[in-house]
């Protein structure tokens, strides 16, 4: 069956480090998102792309890039972790009929914690 | 787990009675609104959708009803069951928007056996 993985599903980490989360789907999806998801704030957007080499920055980019060499996978890297990007992320992809609305599908997420 | 579990509205049923989650949004130029469940330690599950030109829509045990005067969305969930319990999500999309979703709070939905 198709689905959509994330690794690791845990991860501890200190200041400055950089740090690599991995989002993989066998949809063939062409459309893929990331997520943080805070106490308080819900699920907040990061970045998303909408093909192969196509990267666009979402509600709260800053600290975070993505890069999208193929069509299964939109790794999110913290170029120097902070304490604030304590977080658990989410990664989801959709269908891109048209730029319209598609159900995300969304992956088990990642509970990164920097200290 | 990973769902959002303090600071949330919560809601209580008893096991067997239907349950009203409620949600306010602010953008009247949304296309679409769509509630999302999330179990702990699993991400969002979609549940269903409703356009913006709809008022109502039904699921198997579930109805999402919209109300565009007073930006009002709510699902109802007949005979809730223990494995109903998790957090609610809704979320709204504008259709030149590329499919970004932009998501509400939540609301954690408790069910007494």
């Known amino acids: 069956d198709a689905e959509i993985t994330q690794s690791p599903r845990h991860k501890i980490t200190e200041t400055g480090r950089q740090v690599t989360l991995a989002c993989h789907q066998t949809w063939n999806h062409n459309n893929m998102f990331w997520y943080r998801q805070d106490l308080g704030h819900g699920l907040r957007l990061i970045h998303y792309s909408y093909g192969v080499h196509d990267t666009n920055k979402g509600e709260v980019s800053d600290g975070y890039s993505v890069s999208r060499s193929n069509t299964e996978d939109l790794p999110l890297t913290l170029e120097s972790a902070a304490s604030s990007q304590t977080s658990v992320y989410f990664c989801?992809?959709?269908?891109?009929?048209?730029?319209?609305?598609?159900?995300?599908?969304f992956g088990p997420g990642t509970r990164l914690t920097v200290l | 787990g990973e769902s959002v579990g303090l600071h949330l509205p919560t809601l209580s049923v008893q096991e067997g009675d239907n349950s009203i989650i409620n949600c306010a949004y602010s953008?009247?130029?949304?296309?679409?609104f769509i509630w999302y469940k999330q179990e702990s330690g699993k991400g969002p599950q979609f549940i269903i959708d409703i356009r913006s030109n709809m008022d109502k829509r039904q699921g198997q045990r579930v109805t999402v009803l919209l109300n565009k005067t007073v930006k009002h969305l709510s699902l109802q969930i007949a005979a809730t069951q223990p494995g109903d319990s998790a957090v609610y999500f809704c979320?709204?999309?504008?259709?030149?928007?590329?499919?970004?979703?932009?998501f509400g709070q939540g609301t954690e939905l408790s069910v007494k056996p």
């Open positions: 979320a709204e999309s504008r259709y030149n928007q590329g499919g970004k979703l932009i």
């Open positions: 953008n009247s130029a949304s296309d679409y």
């Open positions: 989801a992809s959709s269908e891109s009929l048209d730029r319209g609305y598609n159900e995300q599908f």
